[in-house]
């Protein structure tokens, strides 16, 4: 596992290139941890040697020193990215209310509009029914049989006159609830979608940004204390490990280290 980490691993590789050690070299270096000789390291085989190497090497304080800042600005970034993934969410989320509250709203408008149709029809339904009278009462007098009919049969024309106009409403009553439950629905998966959509690019993130912090990591395990004093005699510390200026917060830590 250690060979192929060092053959895919590019960081790995340029390290262990920059100080000149080969495959064989880092097999010396694991045999060398592997006391029992069981092929893996095991906690109390690998702390021995590191704790050596922190007391005795003079690069040992560089060497932390420079995974502290590297820890730092990698939890900067990852607050700053953290702010903007969740300031877009937050965005997106009230674009979704505005596009529900407007669409809520265009569907109870013509709930609305209906209503002047009922009162336009009684309208005519009464103007209907003054100007029968007006017409039939001069012959009240000489034909009551003749008017009872007209008035029986006005009574059936204004009720089959008023019956479309109730089926009518009652469909388009039908036809906007399901479109309007629809329309929710249809928002509600999207807002859905987009929340497990940001998890998983969040969970995506955050296992990269421990892998970027688990690779300084790695390059500790099977070196010697001779290994890290060629490995970190030439690098830059007055930057930190972006090539970014430091933070007040850095320096300060830095300065009680």
């Not at 937050?90 to 265009?106: D, H, I, K, P």
């Not at 009278?133 to 008023?162: C, M, N, T, V």
């Not at 395990?221 to 030439?234: A, L, Q």
Request: net charge negative; aromatic share 4%; proline share 4%.
């Amino acid at each position: 596992e250690l060979i192929a980490g060092a053959k895919n691993d590019a960081v790995f590789r340029s390290r262990l290139r920059v100080m000149d050690i080969d495959e064989n070299d880092l097999q010396q270096l694991f045999q060398m941890i592997d006391i029992d000789e069981s092929g893996s390291l095991q906690v109390s085989e690998f702390i021995g040697p590191l704790s050596r190497w922190a007391r005795d090497s003079k690069t040992a304080p560089r060497f932390i020193k420079y995974n502290l800042m590297q820890s730092m600005q990698m939890q900067e970034d990852l607050l700053e990215l953290s702010d903007r993934r969740f300031t877009r969410l937050s965005t997106q989320l009230e674009t979704l209310a505005n596009q529900l509250s407007a669409v809520t709203g265009g569907e109870s408008e013509p709930e609305g509009l209906l209503m002047p149709t009922s009162s336009g029809d009684d309208s005519f339904n009464t103007t209907a029914s003054s100007s029968h009278d007006q017409i039939s009462a001069p012959h009240a007098s000489g034909h009551p049989e003749l008017l009872e009919s007209k008035d029986s049969s006005h009574f059936a024309l204004e009720s089959q006159a008023s019956l479309p106009v109730d089926i009518d409403d009652h469909d388009c009553h039908s036809r906007r609830a399901p479109t309007l439950a629809t329309h929710s629905s249809e928002i509600s998966r999207k807002i859905e979608a987009a929340m497990a959509h940001i998890d998983a690019k969040l969970e995506t993130l955050l296992h990269r940004e421990e892998e970027r912090h688990r690779q300084p990591q790695r390059l500790a395990r099977g070196h010697s204390k001779d290994t890290f004093r060629v490995m970190y005699m030439e690098q830059p510390w007055h930057v930190n490990g972006g090539g970014k200026p430091r933070s007040k917060d850095s320096e300060r830590t830095l300065a009680n280290i």
